[in-house]
């Protein structure tokens, strides 16, 4: 969502002029994009404001400005703070205000020196409504936001609050925002929310629609080759979307869906509101509709009160699930505010350490065994970039696993078959399958 946030902030700039620099010495501003989800995150802007600090003293020593700005969930949470922190920074701004940038730059160039310009506001109006359409921040694939904020309070998480509540965009401006893409040559859509699965769109007529009826729909728009949806929630699985899995061909075999835990005793002080077996039944019903369909997961270890015997259930979650994909795994990380920080039994991190190397382990032998296994197999890719070697090009086969080939350039933002030769760790070796 941060790298979506962050193109879109350049999209309402570039008509003032800006345009996105590689490098930060010359620039007349940076925003720093902040994540607050784990304390590492949250650290990270400290350090990365020292770094900026002397570009900005450097430019103003020849008489020119820098404003440095700081967005997204730190900014939300933390606001005032951050410039009695860092007083050079000129701008603190959340995620739902960034539509409102142009005038925040304005003031900020009126006020340097003097005061700041602070906006965590959750408006009333949507930023959407006043952002231009998105530009294909790559070749041939795109993120596009459906829904943002989250009701469900998990007690470990801070997104409720940073992002704030539930909303979804009407499934209109989706389709229209989803074809102008296709018309920059975007051929791979993916449909973004902190809780996607839980869209509720207004259709034409007012009616609220699920994230199943918005994949139908989109299904529809010409030239969309690709579809997916990142990330959901297991309560919100409705039977929409099993059959958006069965029926529509573009919407890829592949569905991350957090489970954080697999213990129910975890769960429930989680306020996951479902067990390990709901989960698991879940999964199941998914791969009668869609039997190729390929998981992955979200996993905290070293819950407040997490045992052996719960740390465990998690392992055998694991087993019995087979997450193939990429996974992303945690050590339980005190987010100030949310009832987690409040629990007692907080797990030692050496503890948490331990359980976290066990758990990756596992998962990666998973991701090893069916990276193997696609040996031999031909698939779809879509080329997305050059790789590292020269010649060398990355791209997605419909697993979301990364594939890489020799070939050609111009076939960036294409899809081609490609015979997978070897399966390693993290990537896929092949060849393009020519048709004689
Ligand atoms: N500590 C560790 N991991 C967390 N996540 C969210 N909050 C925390 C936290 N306090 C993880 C969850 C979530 C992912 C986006 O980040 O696994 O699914
Ligand atoms: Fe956070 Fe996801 Fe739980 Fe919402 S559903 S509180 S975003 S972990």
């Known amino acids: 969502m941060n790298v979506y946030d962050s193109a879109r902030m350049a999209d309402i700039l570039k008509p003032l002029g800006y345009t996105v620099q590689n490098t930060p010495e010359n620039a007349d501003l940076i925003i720093v994009n902040t994540c607050h989800i784990r304390e590492k995150a949250e650290q990270k802007l400290y350090s990365d404001l020292g770094r900026y600090k002397p570009f900005k003293m450097s430019k103003q020593a020849k008489g020119e400005d820098m404003i440095l700005a700081v967005a997204g969930c730190v900014a939300q949470a933390e606001g005032e703070e951050i410039t009695k922190k860092a007083p050079f920074v000129d701008v603190v701004f959340g995620p739902q205000t960034y539509h409102r940038l142009p005038e925040m730059i304005a003031r900020a160039h009126r006020a340097t020196g003097k005061r700041n310009v602070l906006d965590v506001d959750f408006p009333v109006e949507s930023k959407f409504d006043y952002m231009p359409k998105p530009t ?95 990330t959901s929630h297991p309560r919100d699985m409705h039977d929409r979307l099993y059959e958006a899995h069965r029926d529509i061909p573009q919407l890829m075999p592949y569905l991350h869906l957090p489970i954080q835990s697999g213990s129910d005793r975890i769960l429930k002080a989680m306020n996951r509101q479902h067990t390990g077996d709901q989960y698991r039944a879940i999964i199941e019903k998914l791969r009668t509709y869609r039997p190729d ?45 949310t009832p987690g920080a409040l629990m007692e039994n907080q797990v030692p991190e050496e503890v948490k350490d331990e359980r976290l190397q066990r758990l990756q382990a596992l998962l990666r032998e998973q991701q090893l065994a069916f990276n193997q296994q696609s040996a031999g197999t031909i698939m779809p890719v879509l080329f997305e970039k050059v790789g590292k070697h020269e010649g060398q090009l990355i791209g997605k086969g419909p697993n979301l696993q990364s594939v890489y080939v020799e070939g050609n350039e111009r076939l960036i933002g294409h899809i081609e078959n490609v015979e997978i030769i070897a399966g390693h760790q993290n990537s896929l070796e092949g060849r393009i399958v020519t048709i004689s």
Not at 296 to 324: A, H
């Open 136 to 230: 294909a921040d790559s070749k041939g694939s795109a993120f596009l936001s459906v829904q943002e904020g989250c009701d469900k309070f998990c007690t470990f998480c801070v997104v409720p609050y940073t992002r704030g509540a539930e909303t979804s965009r009407p499934i209109q401006a989706v389709v229209e925002d989803a074809k102008h893409l296709v018309s920059q040559g975007v051929k791979e859509i993916t449909l973004l929310g902190q809780n996607v699965n839980a869209y509720h769109g207004e259709d034409g007529s007012g009616k609220e629609r699920t994230l199943g009826d918005l994949l139908f729909a989109l299904a529809e728009v010409e030239g969309i080759e690709r579809l997916r949806y990142t």
């Open 293 to 337: 369909i390929s998981m992955s997961s979200d996993f905290i270890v070293g819950f407040p009160g997490e045992s052996d015997k719960d740390f465990e259930d998690t392992l055998q979650m694991v087993r019995d699930i087979n997450y193939p994909s990429c996974s992303y795994s945690f050590k339980y990380s005190i987010r100030p505010g």
